[in-house]
């Protein structure tokens, strides 16, 4: 909720929109201004079509991938979470690019065999899983910044090196914004890292907290869906007007000065745990791009989903136990992401600063 809750710009939107009615089976105006928002801050977005959650977003581009190129592989990152279609929930276990297995129970070998399974930022992997498999890989899907292991940032370069070998390899690059977009930038992590995809995937910040997805790209590509191209998806509640008005009201309150806000408050956030723990003597490691943030138990660096993996989840449990009884909920995972708000004033954040400087102290005992 980057604006936090019930902001009355928003509760105004979706009252007005409430009392016009919320479903036509139909396009309306709102969607198309939507649309047209975002392209207007994605540039790489020509089209797009809404749907009602990221995980139809991520999966209709996969499926568009695979039509538009007539390839059947998909490279993900280990630790990259895409949504719950079968084919991008594979087991993040093996770190090496290698054939996936499925990582739930309930999803068939068929259904995973052709996502490959690379580490984040090993820029290598992907290049030598498009040697072993030429010519077969549909797309490569990326979160930006992954925010699902924990926050873990892209190194210098490896987004522009994705780019570059899909381009050579003749494959898609899908980023999966569903998080950053609109939240660490305007323009998400492709303005951030000035990195032009072919796809690109929304969700979260898009509906302003009511249930919406979109997906889009190159022209060329988003005419292949339907009914303009044969590449078929449909939603019943796609587009619906609710989540649009929240949406539209939302993207109209985020301007420059609100990511100068944010950024400014995650980095004073990201200070004060750092301090915090290095008063305790408690290693920690805190990845952040702007209002998102992960706070790791772990004096290593964090590049992928390996090294997210050494960090001390019981020394992570006994801290955030600590937290909420003074009156502070952060992600109750290690591998999740934190994120700011502009509701985070001044007052919000003395009173989190001094509750983190409580936290940590006890939490070496608690461990023990
Ligand atoms: C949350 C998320 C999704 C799935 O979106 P839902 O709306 O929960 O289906 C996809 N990709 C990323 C990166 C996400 O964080």
């Given at each position: 909720m980057i604006l936090g809750h019930r902001p009355p710009a928003v509760v105004e939107a979706i009252r007005a929109q409430l009392e016009r009615g919320w479903t036509f089976g139909a396009p309306t105006e709102g969607e198309v201004r939507l649309a047209s928002l975002v392209s207007d801050r994605m540039p790489a977005i020509d089209m797009l079509r809404l749907v009602n959650s990221g995980t139809e977003a991520t999966m209709s581009a996969v499926r568009l991938a695979r039509a538009a190129t007539g390839r059947r592989k998909l490279i993900k990152f280990a630790g990259g979470y895409h949504g719950h279609a079968d084919s991008l929930?594979?087991?993040?276990?093996?770190?090496?690019a290698t054939l996936g297995v499925p990582g739930?129970?309930?999803?068939?070998p068929a259904a995973a065999e052709d996502t490959v399974v690379a580490r984040f930022n090993a820029l290598g992997d992907v290049e030598s899983a498009m040697e072993r498999w030429p010519k077969q890989v549909a797309a490569v899907i990326v979160e930006p910044v992954a925010g699902n292991m924990g926050v873990v940032l892209p190194t210098d370069g490896f987004l522009a090196g994705l780019r570059d070998v899909t381009r050579d390899s003749g494959s898609l690059l899908i980023f999966?914004?569903?998080?950053t977009g609109f939240r660490i930038a305007r323009g998400g992590a492709q303005e951030l890292y000035g990195v032009t995809p072919d796809l690109t995937c929304l969700g979260k910040v898009l509906g302003g907290g009511l249930p919406i997805g979109a997906y889009g790209g190159r022209r060329d590509i988003m005419e292949q869906v339907a009914p303009a191209g044969p590449v078929y998806q449909a939603g019943?509640?796609?587009?619906?007007p609710l989540a649009v008005a929240a949406g539209l009201a939302t993207l109209e309150a985020l301007d420059h000065r609100v990511y100068h806000q944010l950024e400014a408050t995650g980095g004073r956030v990201a200070s004060a745990l750092a301090l915090a723990a290095a008063v305790a003597g408690v290693p920690l490691t805190v990845n952040r791009v702007g209002s998102m943030l992960t706070a790791f138990f772990t004096a290593g660096v964090v590049t992928d989903y390996d090294t997210a993996k050494r960090a001390d989840t019981v020394q992570f449990a006994a801290w955030f136990r600590r937290l909420l009884p003074q009156g502070v909920l952060f992600p109750p995972s290690q591998f999740e992401a934190a994120f700011l708000s502009t509701a985070h004033d001044d007052d919000a954040l003395a009173f989190l600063e001094s509750a983190l400087q409580e936290s940590f102290s006890g939490v070496l005992a608690d461990r023990r």
């Open positions: 929930l594979v087991d993040a276990g093996s770190g090496v739930t129970p309930g999803i068939t999966d914004e569903v998080i019943t509640l796609s587009g619906n």
